[in-house]
């Protein structure tokens, strides 16, 4: 199976929320996660990264956001400079300016599901 290095932007410890549930279920199907995101804690053995810091993160396959568009603006700069293979714009996240500007950078976008397509096995 593929490793997909995956950033979780907008990585929470509650377990209600589906940014957890993405980390949980990208674990389970072996895919190294690096949570960010403005809530400390730990999830699945790895540490939150603090958004505001903008963390360095090299070798990202994906960024999956869990931060709806208004609260993206603040941060489009740093996800982009990810430079990850592609960004999953989760329900309720679909940006088009920002995918827009991905796509200018070469970087493929998905209006979908990160559960979903782990489910398919279409990650």
Excluded at 1 to 12: E, F, Q, S
Excluded at 41 to 69: A, C, H, M, W
Excluded at 83 to 106: C, D, M, W, Y
Aim: proline content about 7%; overall charge negative; some cysteine.
């Amino acid at each position: 199976m593929d490793k997909k290095k995956t950033v979780i932007i907008g990585a929470t410890p509650n377990p209600s929320r589906y940014a957890f549930l993405a980390a949980e279920r990208l674990t389970s199907h072996h895919h190294p996660i690096v949570p960010v995101g403005i809530k400390q804690g730990e999830i699945f053995g790895n540490q939150i990264l603090d958004l505001r810091e903008k963390p360095s993160v090299d070798e990202v396959d994906t960024v999956t956001l869990y931060l709806n568009p208004t609260n993206q603006r603040e941060w489009e700069e740093y996800i982009l400079s990810l430079q990850p293979r592609r960004i999953i714009f989760n329900p309720g996240t679909e940006n088009p300016e920002l995918s827009t500007k991905a796509t200018e950078q070469g970087i493929e976008t998905l209006n979908a599901c990160t559960l979903v397509l782990l489910s398919a096995s279409t990650f």
